[in-house]
């Protein structure tokens, strides 16, 4: 079933309608699953671009894959196709980047200038992709990045649910230098 910005939903190839009452549930269904908070930096054709994205999805090790999933409306989405680009997750004292790159600007953050994209200064972690494929996600597409370069710190994450952000410990993440 895909779930179009109109509220035309399709499903078997037959399109209904979905009222706007329906959307603000689909959207408060989906609010519920908590996610990481992260901003795609990459170099547009005329100048530098950074959206803040909670789609990102790890999809392969072998090759190294990883996908963000981006908004049609968006000035970033068709300056992103065919174009290497970074993701970078935030840490919890990050929120005022988070929100700099989704449309209330605040100070002028600092970039590093990555071998394959640019990337954000101090980020809890990145991967900096060149660009695998693209594919249609309704009113979003789906940009997948073989991954060339990436590192993380220590520190809280960022994190996203039911429309504000939190923060996770650092206790709480991964434990893969315990395995
Ligand atoms: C926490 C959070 C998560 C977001 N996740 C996405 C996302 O996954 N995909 C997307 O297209 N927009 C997402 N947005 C909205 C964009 O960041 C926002 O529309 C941005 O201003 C678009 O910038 P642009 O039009 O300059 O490219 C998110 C915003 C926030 C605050």
Known sequence: MTVSRKGAVAEGGIPRRIDVPEIHHFRGSLGRFATGVAIVTFDGATKRHGITVNSFTSVSMDPPLVLVSIARDTKAHDELADRPFTVNILGAEQQALALHFA??????????????????????AYFSCTPWAAYDGGDHTLYLGEVRDFDYRTGDALAFANSSFTT????????????
């Open 103 to 124: 449309g209330r600007p605040g100070p002028e953050p600092l970039f590093v200038e990555g071998e394959t994209a640019p990337r954000l200064a101090r980020v809890l």
């Open 168 to 179: 996770i410990p650092e206790s709480q993440l991964g434990v893969e230098e315990l395995l």
